[in-house]
């Protein structure tokens, strides 16, 4: 008769203890606004603090190079020529495939022209894709090149040509990161 009396107690209990977990969840349904979001249509704020995809203020930058021997996995690849203080650039480069978001490459620049951002979307399909050139430019500017061939007597054959812009909005990442350095200069003047 006890093992009974027992059992349909059990059975109380469960059914008791069912109830009050099933309240604590609807007293949390009805009175807290959702957590999670529906990515990517709605996105939350991202912290100052991210580490994510880095921008370069390429009229800054004076290629030294630190910034990439401080990186710990070799992922940044910067290219240029150097025409007295005036360069010639060919790229510049972050290999996010090896990327780890450590931000070391930040502090070693004599010049603060390297930021890391707070956009991480860089999901593909493409494993390719994931270099990302920093450029907004490639090979010198047509300023700095009339400045080259007026330094060279008018003549212009000392001086480097000119080479073609590269293309604006070669994927995703990178206008997204071109839209950020626009919207981060435009800041600083205004
Ligand atoms: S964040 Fe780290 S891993 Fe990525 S480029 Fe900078 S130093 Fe290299
Ligand atoms: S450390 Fe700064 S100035 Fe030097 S190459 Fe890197 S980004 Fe350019």
């Not at 309240?23 to 990517?40: A, C, D, K, W």
């Not at 150097?82 to 620049?109: A, Q, S, V």
């Not at 073609?164 to 990442?173: E, I, R, S």
Request: aromatic content about 6%.
């Amino acid at each position: 008769m006890g093992s009974v009396r027992e059992y349909f107690s059990n059975i109380a209990n469960g059914l008791g203890s069912t109830v009050k977990g099933m309240g604590v969840t609807l007293r949390h349904f009805t009175s807290e606004p959702p957590i999670t979001v529906q990515y990517p249509r709605e996105t939350k704020p991202i912290p100052p603090t991210y580490r994510g995809l880095h921008i370069l203020e390429q009229d800054k930058c004076i290629d030294c190079h630190l910034c990439a021997k401080a990186c710990p996995v070799d992922c940044i690849e910067i290219e240029a020529t150097h025409h007295g203080r005036t360069l010639d650039w060919h790229k510049f480069t972050i290999d996010y495939k090896k990327c780890i978001f450590c931000e070391f490459c930040i502090p070693p620049c004599p010049v603060d022209c390297i930021h890391m951002t707070s956009e991480f979307e860089l999901a593909t399909d493409d494993p390719n894709g994931m270099v990302e050139d920093l450029l907004t430019w490639t090979g010198l500017r047509p300023e700095d090149q009339a400045k080259l061939e007026g330094k060279a007597g008018g003549k212009g054959a000392g001086a480097a040509e000119a080479k073609p812009a590269a293309p604006a909005g070669g994927g995703d990442v990178r206008s997204r990161v071109a839209a950020m350095l626009a919207k981060k200069k435009a800041e600083k003047e205004g």
